[in-house]
């Protein structure tokens, strides 16, 4: 029997929900029930699939308020939580209506060494994908990989974060009202263990979350030999030309790095500006961070919400504490502020960092934006490259010619041109994790679908077999 765990509310501190984890038979259950599904689920054709996914979008938006709720007590957050509701929703129907075209054909192809022997692709999707998904956007991250999956013809099984699980039962209840929906995608509300028993099960699995855990499932599904797909931590760095426009810079770091507190992959967390116009940008910097507002007490206004996981509090102290400690200075921002239980960060700007420091070197997770200035260009590139991470980048220049010649050295999967954190409103570009922050095939782009088929080939010989004679030793020169 596992305890039922209780969960922090992030706006007031206190428990106000628990759910009791699968047990390790619950778990067998639900993925035999999974693997039953998916045979007729990859058996009909992608329309069939498209228009299933289709009926679950509608039923979501039915839904839309009691999901909206439950997300909103998850994150403390409220707009963030509706927008993820309409990304999903949008996800949704945009892979079910393209999922036909991107099923790979399977036309018998004429061999070019010998065109007598020729080949056809058979697609096969993976049986039972699993999916283990962290705290800072719930729902987007619980279905950004189970939404192509299920399109290609895998049945899915995500495990949700136990930090933020509550959206969990009024998405469920929406996948109970479509036909054919419940067989094939199921959600596991619970902790580690059960994204043990998640890989245990699985024949392929789909990771967000940090590096650390990020390395224990992939030696999990190494022990299984079966695929991992990882979307880990990040460290992204921009860099401002000399030649850029100063407004726009501030602009674009400011909200790459504090939108949702921080609490995203692709959050800036490092800029490196020009000296040429490093006074100008801090001083603007500065002033419009301290503009920005908490959603304390009235969640219906301000721009940033509360930390949503307590721990990750601890670990933005100790990097400004480092910080500090070893000179750096905070021009705003820089206490974790207690408000009726739950907790805060203000946009943290700081000056007079270098590469010593935690905060330049280590996932910070929150909206502290910490400014070092450099003197060329290639002492910008060797900065931002200077990191164990490599999951995106922005670079931000008086013209995206210059941008360009700058974002083309940049070791990450992604890099956004005068602007910052695209990848958070872009999904249409095929991108990979770089060095430490992933594994695995992209889950942006066409990529996003396909990566979940198995290709197996047919090779059929027209004419006759060799004979092993063909092969022997005085057969040839
Ligand atoms: P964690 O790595 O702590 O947890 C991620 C998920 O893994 C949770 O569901 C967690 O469960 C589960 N888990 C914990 N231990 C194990 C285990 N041994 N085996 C299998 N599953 C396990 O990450 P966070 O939740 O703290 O999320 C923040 C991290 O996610 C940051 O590093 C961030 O950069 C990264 N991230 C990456 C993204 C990307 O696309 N690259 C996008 C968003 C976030 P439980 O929570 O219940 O312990």
Known sequence: MTQPI?????????????????????????????????????AADAAHRGQVLQDWAARIEARRDDLAAALEADTGRRRLARLEIDGAIASIRGWASRAAALMPRSDWVEGRANPAIRHAGQYLPYPLVGVISPWNFPLTLSLIDAIPALAAGC????KPSEVTPRFAEPLSATIGEVAGLAGVLALAPGVGETGQGVIARADLVCFTGS??????????????LIPAFLELGGKDPLIVTKTAPVEAAVTAALRGSVLSTGQACQSIERIYVAREIHDAFLERLTDEARKVRINWPDIASGEIGPIIFEAQAETIRR????????GAEVLTGGTVERHGGGLWLKPTVLTNVDHSMAIMTEETFGPVLPVMAFETEDEAVALANDTEFGLSAGVFAGTLKEAEVIARRLQTGAVSLNDAALTAVFYEAEKQAFKASGLGPSRMGDAGLTRFLRRKALIANTG???PLSAFAEEAGS
């Not at 759910?19 to 067998?28: G, N, S, Y």
């Not at 049945?155 to 995500?158: C, G, H, K, R």
């Not at 590096?211 to 299984?224: I, L, S, Y």
């Open 6 to 42: 209780e969960v922090r509310n992030p706006r007031t501190g206190m428990p106000d929900y628990r759910f009791t984890p699968p047990t390790e038979r619950e778990l067998d259950t639900l993925a035999t029930r999974l693997r039953e599904g998916q045979r007729d689920w990859a």
């Open 155 to 158: 049945a899915v099984l995500v």
């Open 211 to 224: 590096v650390a855990t990020g390395r224990k499932v992939a030696a999990q599904a190494a022990r299984r």
């Open 319 to 326: 990097q400004l504490e480092d910080a500090v400690k070893k």
């Open 464 to 466: 006759a077999p060799a």
